[in-house]
T-cell receptor
Framework: EAQVTQNPRYLITVTGKKLTVTCSQNMNHEYMSWYRQDPGLGLRQIYYSMNVEVTDKGDVPEGYKVSRKEKRNFPLILESPSPNQTSLYFC??????????FGSGTRLTVV | GQQLNQSPQSMFIQEGEDVSMNCTSSSIFNTWLWYKQDPGEGPVLLIALYKAGELTSNGRLTAQFGITRKDSFLNISASIPSDVGIYFCAGQNYGGSQGNLIFGKGTKLSVKP
C-alpha cells in the first residue's frame, strides 16, 4: 500500500531534550516535506526536500533541522525543543506533479 | 510567508444543502489543490487543478481554477454527514518550487442530519 509513515504518533518530551520524528515513503517520490498544524493557523511548511541531499526552508524553519540522505526517508530533528514547538506535525511526499500525500501525523507536546 | 485567504472559516449546514468555499491569493498560482482532513488524520487530496479556467469534478465535489490564477473555489453538492471535516485549499506559487506548497487556514464544515 502506497503510504507515508511517520513515527511516533504521540510524543511528550521536556524542554531541551533532542528528538527526532521519522518519516518514510514507499512511492519513490522526489519531494518530501514537513508541516506543522496549529489551531487557527492551518498548515505551515517547515522544510521541504526536492531530492536526496537537497533541502530548502519553508515558512517556519526556526528550531528545526532535516536531512535527506536517502530518497525514502526525511527525518525531522528538534535539537532543543521548546514549548512553542508543541504542535501536530505532518510529513508528506509527492511526485513531480500533483499534491502531497500526507502521513497520519505526530502530536508533539513539549513541557 | 505568503498566505492564502480561505473563506468561510466555518460552515454549519443542513444535510442535503450545497456548500461553496473559496481561496484567494495576492499572487499568481500555477497549481491549486483541495484537501479534506478528518479528525485525527492527515489531509487527503480531493481535487488537483493545473490550468487557469479548469473545472474538475470528483463525485459531488466540483472545483475551479480561477481565470486570473489568483483564486479557486470548491463546491459540494447535496451534502451528507460524512462530508464533515476541515477543507483546505493549497497552491503552488508561479515560478516557485514544486515542493513549496502553501495552505489556506481551512474551512470547518459541520453537517446537521
Amino acid at each position: 500500500e502506497a503510504q507515508v509513515t511517520q513515527n511516533p504518533r504521540y510524543l511528550i518530551t521536556v524542554t531541551g531534550k533532542k528528538l527526532t520524528v521519522t518519516c518514510s515513503q514507499n512511492m519513490n517520490h522526489e519531494y518530501m516535506s514537513w508541516y506543522r498544524q496549529d489551531p487557527g493557523l492551518g498548515l505551515r511548511q517547515i522544510y521541504y526536500s526536492m531530492n536526496v541531499e537537497v533541502t530548502d526552508k519553508g515558512d517556519v524553519p526556526e528550531g528545526y533541522k532535516v536531512s535527506r540522505k536517502e530518497k525514502r526517508n526525511f527525518p525531522l530533528i528538534l535539537e532543543s525543543p521548546s514549548p512553542n514547538q508543541t504542535s501536530l506535525y505532518f510529513c508528506a511526499s509527492k511526485g513531480t506533479r500533483g499534491g502531497y500525500t500526507f502521513g497520519s501525523g505526530t502530536r508533539l507536546t513539549v513541557v | 510567508g505568503q498566505q492564502l485567504n480561505q473563506s468561510p472559516q466555518s460552515m454549519f449546514i443542513q444535510e442535503g444543502e450545497d456548500v461553496s468555499m473559496n481561496c484567494t491569493s495576492s499572487s499568481i498560482f500555477n497549481t491549486w489543490l483541495w484537501y479534506k482532513q478528518d479528525p485525527g488524520e492527515g489531509p487527503v487530496l480531493l481535487i488537483a487543478l493545473y490550468k487557469a479556467g479548469e473545472l474538475t469534478s470528483n463525485g459531488r465535489l466540483t472545483a475551479q481554477f480561477g481565470i486570473t490564477r489568483k483564486d479557486s473555489f470548491l463546491n459540494i453538492s447535496a451534502s451528507i454527514p460524512s462530508d464533515v471535516g476541515i477543507y483546505f485549499c493549497a497552491g503552488q506559487n508561479y515560478g516557485g518550487s514544486q515542493g513549496n506548497l502553501i495552505f489556506g487556514k481551512g474551512t470547518k464544515l459541520s453537517v446537521k442530519p
